[in-house]
């Protein structure tokens, strides 16, 4: 509306002006035409004013930028698909053994194969005197050095205390008199060993135990000379015994008996009558009468004798080992033991 009437006002100062051009006859006088437009003026600019004062003051635009929503966050990496694992390899098949017949051709000649080994155990110890010793897988006809010794140091300070033939061999039994060296050593070790390199060897505590056989093998005894300290101890083998009663067999107490030994002479030399004695050297004395005795016949080399002595029996139960020996003066020959258990 203000629009329309500025308008119309400003088409009117126009007309009013117009009729007071030069060379026209005005009708109205220049002051009422003057007082006209000074009014239309006014109103003019009132009408421009209260028109500017109805323009809205500017309008704060409306935030154009929207906070843009928070970042998204992205999607992870997608993982890379694992590598498919390749198939292992497929194992080729075993191939099929060949099983060869167990059973030899005849016209094939086996090859020989290494036997069971040769083994001795200790059956019966009788503390710091005597040993029953089981031998097994032996060869034939073989003679076996005997030697005894401390367990912890054998090698250094054994003792050959005699030899045994293996005879037909296989299984047997036989016993060894403890040497004065191993007196009261806790374990010892027993050694066999022959020149065909075939040895067998166990150790025992020296304490008594188990039982003697009433038959063994015959052990040769090995002599100890009289020699030097700077000289090695004589070890040659001078003869081969058995005897009866068999170690550890049982007696009364009291009882009357005969120790009797097989003794051969392998010496290679004749012992003389004269020279030749046997006697009591240690352990229980169970001997009735003397203590020694004069060989009273020559025994050639290869030749055998019997020794007999009387005994008895001790009184009270228990074990009880005695030893007489085959000496040439001061040289053991041959040593003569006896074991009996009185009950």
């Not at 600019?45 to 209260?50: D, K």
């Not at 503390?127 to 140091?153: E, M, Y």
């Not at 020699?227 to 550890?248: G, H, I, K």
């Given at each position: 509306?203000?629009?329309?009437?500025?308008?119309?006002?400003?088409?009117?100062?126009?007309?009013?002006?117009?009729?007071?051009?030069?060379?026209?006859?005005?009708?109205?006088?220049?002051?009422?035409?003057?007082?006209?437009?000074?009014?239309?003026?006014?109103?003019?600019?009132?009408?421009?004013?209260?028109?500017?004062?109805?323009?809205?003051?500017?309008?704060?635009?409306?935030?154009?930028?929207?906070?843009?929503?928070?970042?998204?966050?992205?999607?992870?990496?997608?993982?890379?698909?694992?590598?498919?694992?390749?198939?292992?390899?497929?194992?080729?098949?075993?191939?099929?053994?060949?099983?060869?017949?167990?059973?030899?051709?005849?016209?094939?000649?086996?090859?020989?194969?290494?036997?069971?080994?040769?083994?001795?155990?200790?059956?019966?110890?009788?503390?710091?005197?005597?040993?029953?010793?089981?031998?097994?897988?032996?060869?034939?006809?073989?003679?076996?050095?005997?030697?005894?010794?401390?367990?912890?140091?054998?090698?250094?300070?054994?003792?050959?205390?005699?030899?045994?033939?293996?005879?037909?061999?296989?299984?047997?039994k036989f016993t060894v008199q403890l040497p004065a060296e191993v007196k009261d050593v806790e374990r010892i070790t027993v050694r066999l060993d022959s020149p065909a390199k075939v040895f067998a060897y166990n150790y025992f505590k020296n304490v008594t135990s188990g039982t003697i056989p009433t038959t063994a093998t015959p052990v040769t005894a090995t002599p100890v000379t009289a020699t030097p300290a700077t000289a090695t101890p004589a070890t040659n083998t001078v003869c081969e015994m058995s005897v009866s009663p068999a170690l550890s067999s049982v007696m009364k107490a009291g009882e009357d008996f005969d120790a009797v030994?097989?003794?051969?002479?392998?010496?290679?030399?004749?012992?003389?009558?004269?020279?030749?004695?046997?006697?009591?050297?240690?352990?229980?004395?169970?001997?009735?009468?003397?203590?020694?005795?004069?060989?009273?016949?020559?025994?050639?080399?290869?030749?055998?004798?019997?020794?007999?002595?009387?005994?008895?029996?001790?009184?009270?139960?228990?074990?009880?080992?005695?030893?007489?020996?085959?000496?040439?003066?001061?040289?053991?020959?041959?040593?003569?033991?006896?074991?009996?258990?009185?009950?």
């Amino acid at each position: 509306m203000r629009s329309i009437k500025l308008f119309t006002s400003i088409i009117l100062i126009a007309f009013l002006a117009g009729c007071s051009l030069p060379g026209s006859n005005p009708t109205v006088s220049p002051d009422d035409l003057e007082k006209a437009l000074d009014v239309l003026r006014t109103e003019v600019s009132q009408t421009l004013a209260a028109d500017m004062a109805q323009i809205p003051t500017a309008t704060a635009l409306p935030q154009i930028v929207t906070a843009l929503p928070s970042a998204t966050a992205l999607p992870t990496e997608l993982p890379l698909p694992t590598s498919t694992a390749l198939p292992t390899s497929t194992p080729l098949p075993t191939s099929t053994p060949v099983v060869l017949p167990t059973a030899i051709p005849a016209t094939l000649t086996a090859t020989a194969t290494e036997g069971p080994k040769t083994s001795i155990t200790i059956i019966g110890v009788e503390k710091n005197k005597v040993i029953s010793v089981q031998a097994d897988l032996f060869p034939a006809n073989q003679v076996f050095k005997i030697r005894v010794g401390p367990f912890d140091t054998f090698f250094k300070d054994y003792v050959e205390v005699g030899t045994i033939n293996s005879g037909q061999g296989g299984s047997f039994k036989f016993t060894v008199q403890l040497p004065a060296e191993v007196k009261d050593v806790e374990r010892i070790t027993v050694r066999l060993d022959s020149p065909a390199k075939v040895f067998a060897y166990n150790y025992f505590k020296n304490v008594t135990s188990g039982t003697i056989p009433t038959t063994a093998t015959p052990v040769t005894a090995t002599p100890v000379t009289a020699t030097p300290a700077t000289a090695t101890p004589a070890t040659n083998t001078v003869c081969e015994m058995s005897v009866s009663p068999a170690l550890s067999s049982v007696m009364k107490a009291g009882e009357d008996f005969d120790a009797v030994w097989t003794v051969k002479n392998i010496s290679g030399k004749t012992w003389e009558s004269g020279n030749i004695d046997y006697k009591y050297v240690s352990g229980t004395e169970l001997q009735k009468y003397e203590k020694i005795y004069d060989l009273n016949e020559a025994v050639k080399n290869g030749e055998t004798i019997k020794i007999r002595v009387d005994m008895i029996a001790p009184k009270t139960a228990g074990t009880y080992s005695t030893t007489w020996a085959v000496v040439n003066g001061s040289t053991t020959l041959c040593n003569l033991p006896v074991t009996i258990i009185v009950k």
